[in-house]
């Protein structure tokens, strides 16, 4: 019997990590179901503008015209979270962002930190509408520089960014590379929003797993 004891706890321990992984997976949140907007609000710059036309669902991919400025935003609230998305660009890499922790009226923009999306820069942040971070030391510019090098891909493929919100701190990853790094966010819950501004961008797979403090 003694011989058999190694297999068995190989086999538990197989066993056993299977469904945690598993589980993990399952506290996936999709904010976008590749199909249409349900869960997601339209804002524009705009009165007069119909969002849906800015703003479209085609083959799994959501597509931004980037005219005019504005943006979507979850309907729901969120706070301790990796948020995972893919982007690219249709026709040069110009300028738009995902909003994060946003508050307020609906308006263009809201309270909220920007990770920009930037052929060159993506992986910035802008502080909105008087967000701060204990990084923001110029007051006098908006925006924390990422100090990383350049890790986007070229144009035209797909990006990854990932966002980890932990408490009151907030971290920016573009395809794997720790662009940004800030704390104490005077803001640690709000929608997540996807910016028009300017040119046609697409998104993918758009989600969220839980974060702990």
């Not at 538990?12 to 993990?24: H, K, M, V």
């Not at 995902?98 to 820069?121: F, N, S």
């Not at 030391?137 to 035209?156: H, M, W, Y």
Request: glycine fraction near 8%.
């Amino acid at each position: 019997m003694r011989a058999l004891r190694p297999t068995i706890l190989l086999i538990s321990l197989s066993l056993t990590g299977t469904p945690l992984a598993l589980a993990e997976e399952d506290k996936a949140i999709l904010l976008f179901n590749g199909k249409d907007l349900s869960g997601w609000k339209r804002v524009s710059a705009d009165p007069a503008n119909n969002p849906e036309s800015t703003w479209t669902v085609r083959d799994g991919i959501l597509h931004c015209t980037g005219s005019p400025v504005g943006y979507i935003r979850t309907e729901k609230a969120h706070s301790n979270y990796r948020l995972h998305l893919e982007w690219r660009w249709v026709e040069k890499g110009d300028n738009s962002g995902v909003l994060i922790h946003a508050t307020g009226p609906d308006k263009v923009w809201p309270k909220a930190i920007e990770p920009q999306i930037q052929k060159g820069r993506s992986g910035d942040l802008w502080l909105i509408d008087g967000f701060e971070v204990r990084e923001h030391v110029n007051k006098e510019d908006r925006r924390i520089a990422k100090p990383a090098e350049d890790s986007e891909k070229p144009l035209g493929e797909w990006n990854e960014m990932e966002v980890v919100c932990r408490g009151s701190s907030l971290q920016v990853f573009v395809n794997g590379v720790l662009q940004n790094d800030v704390h104490d966010c005077s803001v640690t819950e709000g929608f997540i929003g996807l910016q028009s501004e300017a040119h046609p961008i697409q998104f993918r797979d758009i989600r969220l797993t839980p974060a702990s403090d």
